[in-house]
């Protein structure tokens, strides 16, 4: 089993990122979680979106 984490400031950015990796990854997925935390900074808010997909790598089929 592996995992893997994406984190971007932009909810679309992060939908492109795990969109491209699930596409060009021959894995099985088991599980995404997805979390959005918020912070504050000189009056500014700071959005972190992040995606962990927890999954398995496909064995390549044998000839």
Request: aromatic share 12%; hydrophobic share 35%; glycine share 0%.
């Amino acid at each position: 089993m592996r995992v893997k984490v994406f984190d971007e400031s932009h909810e679309k950015d992060l939908e492109e990122v795990v969109n491209n990796f699930l596409s060009s990854s021959n894995i099985d997925v088991i599980d995404i979680k997805y979390q959005v935390s918020i912070s504050e900074y000189a009056e500014e808010q700071i959005y972190c979106f992040s995606a962990m997909i927890v999954y398995y790598p496909k064995k390549e089929a044998e000839e």
